[in-house]
């Protein structure tokens, strides 16, 4: 029986140390920088051209921002998901190191993850596929896409831990999985849970920073167009409030990412370790 409970437990230490969360904060914060910058030239334009020319024929200049916004936003996704699979690696390795009693930097657990990437890279995209490809079959798409999670849960694990290919580490995370069936789902299911209620704190401070917006809205929605000003007036003066709750919000959500993935770690190890 895999402990769960040691292995939470210790995720759960490991993931308090600032510097492991911090590259997957320093990864978020160009989304937060990106939609906030978005925010402020769209509350501008409005304010100079009046909502009636943006719901109407848009001005070019417009126009040019929101395509700028959007081909800024895919580059930022691409190289996002990029590094953030580089990082992952890099704090399996750096996970497995300490759930086994070694106190490395990120620094020096990067030199395992040399040589793996292509093949982080490969198994990811292959999971993906398989599972977006039985995601769309109607009425059990959902549960099909659960299962391919399942199944795979610990290849990347496996890729950077015991240093497998591509379709040695799928073999080896389907292995896993037969026969743990049901301690990979609880596990899956615990951890998803803890995730779900740490991404609700998450959102809390944008909830909060946004809320005299929403304030504004609802005690002005009868006022019909003369609510505009108001509200324009309302989102120019939180933006600093709301960016500020942005990067507290992008902090703990590389928290959670820590976690999860340490904690797959771990669990990855003593699975591998009572066969």
Known sequence: MVPF???LARAWHYSLNWKRVAPFFLLLVPFVVLFAAFIDSAVSLLGKYGLASAAGMPPLEFMAGLSLFFLLLIAVTAFVFLADLYVRGVLI???RSWYLGKRVSFRRSRPAVKGRYLSLLAAVIIVKLISSGLGIIPAVGVILSIIVTLVFLVVLQSIVVSRKGVFDSLRDSYDIFMRRKLETFAFWLVTSLISMAFFVIAIT???IAAWPVF???LSSVSLGASAVPLMLTSIKSSLPQIFAAGLVSAFILGFIQVFRESATTFFYLEAKKRK
């Open 5 to 7: 409970g040691k292995i």
């Open 215 to 217: 304030a504004t809205y």
């Open 93 to 95: 390795e750096n996970a």
């Open 205 to 207: 401070p944008l909830i």
